[in-house]
T-cell receptor
Framework: GDSVTQMEGPVTLSEEAFLTINCTYTATGYPSLFWYVQYPGEGLQLLLKATKADDKGSNKGFEATYRKETTSFHLEKGSVQVSDSAVYFCALSLYNQGGKLIFGQGTELSVKP | DAGVIQSPRHEVTEMGQEVTLRCKPISGHNSLFWYRQTMMRGLELLIYFNNNVPIDDSGMPEDRFSAKMPNASFSTLKIQPSEPRDSAVYFC????????????FGQGTRLTVV
């Protein structure tokens, strides 16, 4: 079945460090890929998305590239801030499933000053 | 638009009681999803609706759980009777059924069953 696998957390970094959170997927069709972020006590917010192979999604300094050959969508940021501390979810959706999102297990990021 | 609105934000109830969670999707969205989030199992899709019709309820854990969407602007998730293992944060999300449209999430209902 369709699924998403993320690297396990928690990830603890110092401010201005480089961030990578790995995400790989399995899908029967041709999915769209997303990264959502969840701040403490809040719902999920879309961070970025990519809809076809080699697309790069970007937002707030975060980037992820849709790699069909490796079925991956790794999240990166060159210099993290304390305010980036949150839980990050990788997800896919398939058009023929009504926009249903399938999530990875989430990766908690903690950035220390 | 105010976004996806869920109520209540917090609910504490005793085991065996009926619990009803409510969701108002974004106007114009025609897909609605109910998710449950726990530390152990992460985010689980319980059920989703397209145009008010339940499409996939395979994630509903037991017959104690039921969901309805009587119109395009309202959905409920009911647990009867509730059990302590139902304690979790329940999220509602909505989206338009266009290709690649993002899903918008409510702030969730934190349910505690004691």
């Amino acid at each position: 079945g369709d699924s998403v696998t993320q690297m396990e957390g928690p990830v603890t970094l110092s401010e201005e460090a480089f961030l990578t959170i790995n995400c790989t997927y399995t899908a029967t069709g041709y999915p769209s890929l997303f990264w959502y972020v969840q701040y403490p006590g809040e719902g999920l917010q879309l961070l970025l998305k990519a809809t076809k192979a080699d697309d790069k999604g970007s937002n707030k300094g975060f980037e992820a590239t849709y790699r069909k050959e490796t079925t991956s969508f790794h999240l990166e940021k060159g210099s993290v801030q304390v305010s980036d501390s949150a839980v990050y979810f990788c997800a896919l959706s398939l058009y023929n499933q009504g926009g249903k999102l399938i999530f990875g297990q989430g990766t908690e990021l903690s950035v220390k000053p | 638009d105010a976004g996806v609105i869920q109520s209540p934000r917090h609910e504490v109830t005793e085991m065996g009681q009926e619990v009803t969670l409510r969701c108002k999707p974004i106007s114009g969205h025609n897909s609605l999803f109910w998710y449950r989030q726990t530390m152990m199992r992460g985010l689980e899709l319980l059920i989703y609706f397209n145009n008010n019709v339940p499409i996939d309820d395979s994630g509903m854990p037991e017959d104690r759980f039921s969901a309805k969407m009587p119109n395009a602007s309202f959905s409920t998730l009911k647990i009867q009777p509730s059990e302590p293992r139902d304690s979790a944060v329940y999220f509602c999300a909505s989206t338009s059924r266009e290709v690649n449209t993002e899903a918008f999430f409510g702030q969730g209902t934190r349910l505690t069953v004691v």
